[in-house]
Structures are given as C-alpha cells and as structure tokens.
C-alpha cells in the first residue's frame, strides 16, 4: 500500500533583486492511494512544478508537509521517480546504462541489472536501441528512456512533469497510450503533471485543476472512463462532456492570469 | 569568400599548406636575397642543414628526450593534483569559498619567475625543472576545472537525486563524467601552456634540453639551430595536441554520436 499525504504544503520564493517574493503555491492538500493515476491540470506558472518538486524532495516546502507512507518527506529518493520536462538522460550513458543508473547505485550486479533494464527496453519500445548514445535519440524516445530508467528503480509512486510537453502531437499520443499501458498492468501509483486537457482527462483516474498564481487547487474531478482505454475514447460523449467541463475551469484561470498580467 | 560559408576538409588542407609555402617563401627572400644579415638570420637550407647536423652529430634527440620527459613529468604532477582538487571545488561550495581567492591569485604568478627562487630551493637538477611546470600548470588546471564542474547541468544531478544517487554517486557518476570532456581539453589546453614553460626553465641553469641548446647556439650565434630547435619545439606542440585530441574523441564517443 501506498500513501502519498501532501498537507497545508506552501512555498514563497523569497525576494530577489527587489522584486516582491513569489507566492508559487498557497497551502495544498492532496492525498494520493495506492495505484491511484492522479492528474494535475493547470495553466504555466501556476505551480505544478513547485508542487511535484516539493513531492520529490527537490524543493523544500516553506510550510507544511509530505509524507510517503507515513514518513515525512525530506529529500529526494529512489521511492519516489521523477520524469522531467526537459530531457535529463545522462548523455555519457547508452540507453540501457541510464536505464539500469539506479540499480547500479543500489549496488545491484551487471547481469541483474542488464536483465532488468531490458525488459524495460522492450516494454516502452526501445528494443535495438540499448547502446544508443541519448543523442542518437529523438525526443519521444528519450522521454520513453527517462520512463523506463525511473520505473526500473520500482518506486512507490512515479512523478512526471510535463513529460511529453515538448513531443508534437502524433507522439505525444503514442506516449500516453505507452504510459497507460504500463499503469493498466503493472498498477503504480502515478502523479502526472500536465497543462493539456485531452491528456489529463486521457490519462488520469482523478484530475486535479490548479488555479492560477498563486496556485492552488481549485477543483477535483473523478474521470470514470473505463480501462483499458484506447486513443478512440477521446471522441466519446462522455469525453467530450468532461473536456467541456474542464476547458470552462481552465478558461476562467487563465483569464484570471491574463488580467493580472 | 561569404561569411560562416564552410570549407571542404581538402580546400583546409591547401589553405593550410600554403600558409608554410608563403612562409618558406618570405624567408628565402629575405635571406636568400641578401636583405638580412646572415648573422641575424640563417636561410631555410642552413637551417636544415644545422638541424641534421644537431641531430646526427651533437645528440639532440638526448636534448628532446629530455624535454618531453620533463614537461611531461610537470605536467602529469600538476594534473594527479589539480584535477582531485578542482573537483572538491567544484562539487563543495564552502572547499571553493576557502581555495578559491588564493587559487585565483596563485594562478597569475607567473612560473618563470619562480626559476631563481626554486633553483635556490631545487637546485638546478631536474626537480627544480619539474617545479616550474608544476606551478605553471596547477593553479591553472584547478581553477577550470572547479569552473567547469560547478557548472554541471543541475537538472542531471536532480534526476540522479531522484534516482536514489548518494552524494558520493553524484560526484562519481554524474559531476566526474559530465565534466571528463571538458577537463580533457583544459589539459590539452594547459599543456600547451606547459611547453612554454619548460623552455624558460631549460634556458636558465640547465646542461640539456631543446632550451639549453637554443642558449648555446645563441652564443655562437648559430640562428639555424636555434631556428631549427623552435621549429621542432612547434612540432612536437602540434603532435601531441593531435594525439591528445584524437585520444579524448576515442575516450568520450558519446560527445560526438
Ligand atoms: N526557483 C524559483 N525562484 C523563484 N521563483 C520561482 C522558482 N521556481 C518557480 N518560481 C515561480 O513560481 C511560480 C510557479 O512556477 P512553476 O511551479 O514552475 O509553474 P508551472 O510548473 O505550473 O508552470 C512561477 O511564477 C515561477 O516564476
Ligand atoms: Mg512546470
């Protein structure tokens, strides 16, 4: 079983160059189950980052707590994968050395560790790419590398920051059928972060709306869509009729944000 | 000519070579032509002529022998001791703030002024040689090389964070790897750098060594063999700066996949 709790968490950026401090996050609660597909929707800038950063134990929260299991959160660790926006794979490592990156350190032996690597090569796809240098691989595949290397550590909860966010459409949705396909059947504990709605709503079992600066969480809405879901459910009623609904939540944010801008 | 146009690798061979053609040329000119003293200036052919009577006759390869050991002697030194400690400085914040003013200032002394001193402290034997290398290089070498690891992609050591990497992890497998190109060519840098110096220490107070043949030559005022000795000097930079290059494009293939 596993518990994400996140409670009364705020952060304030302190003031620099006499700019005023920033207020990225008010207090936050969220609870995340076992298994649990968790979206955050909301518009740039209003804290999402912040949010999963702090979950990660990159950030420090400037109230408040995380805690995984009971045990408060306190710096970054294996328990907890991250997948970045930016891509982030060691560039000096093949595919299947980044991948295997965690295990090595956990002092896991080379056979073990090869083997473990590539069933995660196979699983997103990479099959014949294992000693590919990162460079010698297109965006899409190196998210799905930075993927597979964060679930090869088996966390309790897998955290992604906008992962596809600079991916073009046609792979954006070959990723996120990928990513479910993996959740449909290994059942993680996921939080996914995202500014899309199609992809929030795709891809979630719970979709979180965030408002804007100073972010906060705004609404929570369960998707009940049922598993496995294919790339045709995007165009069901029941889809269409969330998306509307969301695209309203969203609509009013941003135009909060563009008024203060 | 357009600006930024490139050129084909066989259009850079030629355009190189001509240089030195041009060159040779000017200088048989001028020598050849009488418009330079002999005494000033020695043509091409004396040169040459010098240079196989140096090699052949007077043992200069002993004297290059010599110097390659003792530039390559310094430079290794400095490097087993620079590289750890830029290291440290980059990776440790409070190591860079407590090394950092002395090493900043330690690194505009300038080696050939430490000869006298360290010839009082070293002797003239091959130590003192060795020290001066050593001091022109180390300081140099630490500071790049702090410089370049504090400036690791932060996003890497975040993801290795989030990976379960220790902090003796970071440093091993991501600072340590991510800046081994960088420090590679610092060192090739620097040992450029060196070369220069092992000539000023081989001109004061030494009885072997491409330096301590120009000395000799120039009180006989012999300007083929000293001509000839900066010419193999620039030679010798130019290989090993071509070994060292091909060495680092062997060692970090992933920098050029
Ligand atoms: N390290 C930081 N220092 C100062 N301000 C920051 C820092 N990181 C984020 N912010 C500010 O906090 C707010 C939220 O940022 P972020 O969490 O990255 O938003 P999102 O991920 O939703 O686009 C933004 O206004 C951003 O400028
Ligand atoms: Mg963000």
């Known amino acids: 079983m596993t518990i994400l709790k996140v409670e009364q968490v705020s952060r304030t950026f302190p ?23 968790v979206t955050i929707l909301g518009p740039s800038g209003c804290g999402k980052s912040t949010l999963l950063r702090i979950v990660a134990g990159l950030d420090r929260p400037t109230s408040g707590r995380v805690t995984l299991d009971g045990r408060e959160v306190t710096g970054p660790g294996a328990d907890r994968g991250m997948v970045f926006q930016s891509y982030t794979l060691f560039p000096w490592l093949t595919v299947r050395e980044n991948i295997a990156f965690g295990l090595r350190e956990r002092g896991v032996s080379e056979a073990e560790r090869n083997k473990i690597a ?19 691989l297109s965006g899409g595949m190196q998210q799905r590398t930075a993927i597979a290397r964060a679930l090869a550590n088996d966390p309790k909860i897998l955290l992604l920051d906008e992962p596809f966010g600079a991916l073009d459409n046609q792979t954006r949705a070959l990723m996120q059928e990928m990513l479910l396909a993996i959740w449909e059947r290994d ?35 369960n998707v009940d869509l049922p598993h496995p879901r294919s790339y045709k459910i995007k165009t069901t009623p029941e889809f269409v009729q969330l998306k509307e609904r969301l695209v309203e939540e969203i609509r009013t944010e941003a135009l909060k944000v563009a008024e203060h801008a | 000519m357009r600006p930024l146009d490139p050129v084909t690798s066989k259009q850079r061979l030629a355009y190189g070579l001509a240089f030195f053609v041009v060159f040779v040329a000017l200088w048989s000119w001028a020598t050849f032509g009488g418009h330079v003293s002999k ?48 290291l440290l400085m980059g990776a440790y914040k409070p190591v860079e703030a407590f090394l950092e003013p002395f090493v900043s200032f ?11 001193l360290l010839i009082l402290w070293a002797g003239i034997g091959e130590l003192q040689k060795l020290l001066v290398i050593f001091i022109g290089s180390v300081f140099q070498v630490i500071l790049m090389v702090a410089v370049t690891v504090g400036a690791t992609r932060r996003d890497l050591v975040e993801a290795a964070y989030t990976l379960g990497a220790s902090d003796r992890g970071i440093i091993r497998r991501v600072l340590l790897p991510s800046s081994a190109p960088e420090i590679a060519e610092i060192l090739r840098l620097v040992l450029g750098w060196a070369w220069t110096y092992v000539i000023v220490a081989e001109l004061i107070g030494s009885s072997s ?49």
């Open chain 1, 15 to 37: 003031a620099r160059h006499g700019n005023a401090p920033t207020r990225a996050l008010e207090p936050t609660d969220l609870t995340i189950g076992n298994n649990d597909f």
């Open chain 1, 118 to 136: 590539d069933a995660f090569i196979r699983q997103v796809g990479l099959s014949g790419f294992e000693n590919h240098w990162p460079k010698q």
């Open chain 1, 187 to 221: 059942q993680k504990t996921v939080l996914f972060v995202t500014h899309d709605i199609e992809e929030a709503i795709f891809l979630g079992s719970r979709v979180i709306v965030m408002s804007a600066r100073p972010g906060r969480i705004k609404a929570e809405i």
């Open chain 2, 39 to 86: 005494v000033f200036l020695a043509n091409p052919l004396t040169m040459v002529q010098e240079g196989v009577d140096l090699i052949t006759k007077q043992g200069f390869l002993y004297d290059i022998g010599m110097t390659i050991w003792r530039v390559v002697g310094g430079f290794v030194l400095a490097a087993i001791i620079a590289v750890p400690l830029g």
């Open chain 2, 106 to 116: 330690a690194r505009y002394l300038p080696a050939s002024a430490f000869i006298p």
């Open chain 2, 209 to 257: 060594g491409i330096g301590h043949m120009i000395t000799d030559s120039q009180a006989l005022l012999n300007t083929g063999q000293i001509i000839f000795g900066i010419i193999v000097i620039g030679l010798i930079g130019l290989l090993s700066d071509f070994m060292f290059k091909a060495f680092n494009a062997w060692l970090f293939p992933w920098r050029l996949a």
